[in-house]
């Protein structure tokens, strides 16, 4: 079983940056593809970036290509999204996951809201 705690949200004016951490445990935290969703409100979640289990692979959703940037440190379990240039369109619950085959784990979610 795996789980993931996200944290690093917050309340930010526009222009500014947050990062965001995904720590796992559980399971080998390096041998999985991981990556982030976001929701916001009244909206279906999308995919925002994926990164690959050596962390030399990674994609984003054109919306935060430039601004953001996923990473990984394997030997920390830890998973991280720097969002910069944050725009009022970003807000959302951001949430990480890790695919281990068919299955895909979620974490809670953290709020990020970014005021105009």
């Known amino acids: 079983q795996v789980q993931l705690e996200e944290s690093g949200g917050g309340l930010v004016q526009a222009g500014d940056s947050l990062r965001l951490s995904c720590t796992a445990s559980?399971?080998?935290?390096?041998?999985?593809?991981m990556g982030w969703f976001r929701q916001a409100p009244g909206k279906e979640r999308e995919f925002v970036a994926r990164?690959?289990?050596?962390?030399?692979?990674?994609y984003y959703v054109d919306s935060v290509k430039g601004r953001f940037t996923i990473s990984r440190d394997n030997a920390k379990n830890t998973m991280y999204l720097q969002m910069n240039s944050l725009k009022p369109e970003d807000t959302a619950v951001y949430y990480c996951?890790?695919?281990?085959?068919?299955?895909?784990?979620w974490g809670q979610g953290t709020q990020v809201t970014v005021s105009s």
């Open positions: 996951v890790l695919d281990q085959g068919m299955n895909r784990y």
């Open positions: 990164i690959t289990w050596s962390g030399h692979i990674t």
């Open positions: 559980g399971r080998s935290f390096s041998s999985y593809h």
